[in-house]
């Protein structure tokens, strides 16, 4: 009887995941499509597809205009896919975070890492260094090493002997985070003529993003993702508190480092490249915990999936509903994003009252 | 007989201060060792020090013959489960899922539990009386379940030491006994040797085979239960005036508290 059981859940997991990677293919798919060009969405998967390999020669192209190629392939591929990356490193690490602070309002910001990318960027932006390394803007540079300094800072402050208490990294996050910002916006008081850039740049947005930001945060990204995954179930003995975890044999402070490290990274690199986008590290673990429940093993994947799928969403609001104007991305994933998770809040607590789960 | 723990001239200190002053016992295999004393005597920290969350500052802790700190993070988790007092879980796992946890020590980290796995956590819940609450999340169930589910993730660790941070303090009598009672059943049934720290001093004279009792941080008493349990014993210890008696039913000693000596 318990076999079945156990398949069961294992088969319903692997299913969930291949039907959220379906719809994060199609989404990408439809939301490549959309916009003020007029391309349909047959259209979009034909360019694409011409362009792999092995099957690219078998389908037809001929009588898609050559602007549609360069739209597609130059601009609204490359702008989908990096949301995708972007959402889904942002929704891995707020998942990851939340479990090993044991705290839901925990996110990938929580220990400063974006007022240090915030500080980084507006004092390239301020000073006007122009930079490029590896085709990135010097803006992503400062935001970058902002990031992992900011993240260094946290971690010396917080670390005793060979132990990170974990109170200890929240508090001195948001102590050097309130530091950072202090200093940004002292900054801005006193350089008024960048102070539009400025924040512009920290609500986040893909605006004009293309290949050059794409093509060198994708293998680290997706590999920290991998990796991240691998200690799902780290994460979970840990939920229980970290000496029992210690005592079910985990390497409690040695697995926190490792994750501590392999999400700032992960942040720092998302953030050089979209500025500071809120709310989809927070509520889009949430929502997956509030429907499948806390087991990292399926949360983890599923909230990188829909995490890629919910910024793409937003994004293509941001860039359509005042067309040709573009609202910075960062307020539509909580114009969104909030409502919808306080319906499911609201679904649940009905629940809880009624006695079914 | 062997030894399942054998602690040697062990120093504990936080900081500064002294915790646990010279400590030296030995448990055999299949002892239901009860660790009594007064709030403060550094009964869990001593506890702690025996799984390895604290580190000694000096003298030795020897786990089925071989040093604690030889031991790795998962070798260890094989040999001592522990069941800590506080058994919070942050968001709502199921039954079953935090039971599984207790597989965790045999799984390496790209491999998933097998039907064995499954098999041994069925065969914990069982056990445990708890199989019936598998699907229910572990934050909706009573406190006296909650402790058996805890005590099932322990025994998912095929452990051949159990060791219980005050299992029965926020528990109803009703609920004490049968904690107890399962204890006291894998004890003789499946020879595990359990180790409780516990404030009912009845309750642990009635199932220990033997006691330790601690005080400020040193051993004051360490025996039989009706060797440990003396009027100077507890006088000493929680400098109370207690009358010890025989409790008839359970064919072990007794102790009735009167007045404390500081008033």
């Not at chain 1, 006007?128 to 390394?133: E, Q």
């Not at chain 1, 402050?157 to 109170?167: C, D, G, Q, R």
């Not at chain 1, 920290?202 to 990204?221: N, Q, Y």
């Not at chain 2, 016992?25 to 506890?47: A, D, H, Q, R, W």
Request: aromatic fraction near 8%.
């Amino acid at each position: 009887m318990y076999m079945e059981f156990i398949s069961k859940i294992k088969c319903n997991r692997s299913i969930m995941l291949l039907i959220l990677f379906i719809v994060l293919i199609i989404s990408i798919c439809v939301f490549a499509t959309i916009g003020t060009a007029n391309i349909s969405v047959s259209e979009t998967v034909k360019i694409v597809i011409s362009r792999l390999p092995y099957i690219g020669s078998y389908v037809d192209i001929d009588k898609i205009p050559q602007s549609h190629f360069i739209i597609i392939l130059k601009v609204r591929l490359p702008r989908v896919l990096l949301g995708v990356l972007v959402g889904a490193a942002l929704s891995s690490v707020g998942a990851a975070f939340q479990g090993m602070f044991k705290n839901p309002m925990a996110d990938p910001y929580v220990i400063g890492i974006s007022s240090g990318a915030a500080l980084g960027a507006s004092i390239i932006i301020i000073s006007g260094l122009n930079i490029s390394l590896l085709k990135l803007s010097s803006v992503s540079i400062g935001a970058f090493l902002g990031a992992m300094i900011s993240t260094f800072i946290v971690y010396f402050i917080s670390k005793i002997k060979n132990k990170v208490p974990i109170n200890t990294l929240l508090l001195s996050g948001i102590a050097v985070g309130q530091l950072f910002t202090a200093i940004m916006s002292f900054l801005m008081v006193i350089h008024t003529k960048d102070v539009n850039k400025i924040i512009f740049w920290t609500l986040g947005s893909f605006s004009s993003k293309g290949w050059d930001e794409l093509i060198p945060i994708t293998v680290p990204v997706l590999f920290s993702i991998a990796v991240l995954n691998f200690f799902s179930r780290d994460l979970n003995v840990m939920l229980t508190g970290e000496e029992s975890a210690r005592s079910m044999g985990i390497e409690v402070e040695r697995v926190k480092l490792t994750i501590l490290v392999i999400c700032a990274f992960m942040t720092a690199m998302v953030v050089s490249v979209s500025g500071i986008i809120g709310f989809v590290g927070l509520i889009i673990p949430h929502i997956i915990r509030l429907v499948i429940g806390p087991d990292h093993r399926i949360l983890l994947p599923s909230s990188a999936l829909v995490g890629g799928i919910f910024m793409i969403f937003a994004d293509t609001i941001a860039r359509t509903i005042i067309s040709p104007t573009e609202v910075p991305v960062g307020i539509i994933t909580a114009m969104f994003g909030a409502p919808f998770f306080l319906y499911l809040l609201l679904k649940k607590k009905k629940a809880y009252y009624s006695g079914v789960k | 007989m062997e030894m399942a723990i054998e602690v040697e001239s062990l120093y504990f200190s936080y900081g500064d201060s002294l915790i646990l002053r010279d400590i030296n016992f030995k448990i055999k295999k299949g002892e239901f060792v009860s660790i009594i004393g007064p709030n403060g005597s550094g009964k869990s920290t001593l506890l702690k020090n025996m799984i390895s969350i604290y580190k000694p500052n000096r003298g030795s802790i020897k786990i089925d013959g071989k040093e604690i700190r030889e031991y790795k993070a998962k070798e260890l988790a094989k040999k001592i489960a522990i069941v800590p007092q506080d058994t919070n879980i942050a968001y709502d796992f199921s039954v079953f899922d935090v039971v599984v946890m207790g597989r965790n020590p045999y799984l390496g980290r790209f491999q998933s539990e097998s039907y064995k796995d499954f098999q041994i956590v069925e065969d914990s819940l069982k056990l445990t009386d708890t199989l019936y609450l598998k699907d229910k999340s572990i934050n909706q169930i009573s406190g006296g379940e909650r402790q058996r589910v805890i005590i099932a993730r322990a025994l998912a660790q095929e452990p051949e030491i159990m060791l219980l941070d005050e299992p029965t303090s926020h528990l109803d009598i009703n609920h004490q006994i049968e904690i107890l009672s399962l204890l006291k059943k894998l004890n003789t049934e499946k020879s595990m040797t359990i180790i409780i720290v516990i404030h009912d001093i009845n309750l642990a004279a009635r199932y220990s085979s033997k006691m330790i009792l601690l005080n400020k941080g040193e051993i004051i008493s360490i025996g039989k239960p009706r060797e440990v349990i003396t009027y100077e014993n507890i006088e000493m210890a929680y400098n109370l005036n207690v009358v010890i008696t025989e409790n008839l039913y359970t064919n072990s000693p007794y102790l009735i508290p009167l007045t404390s000596k500081k008033l």
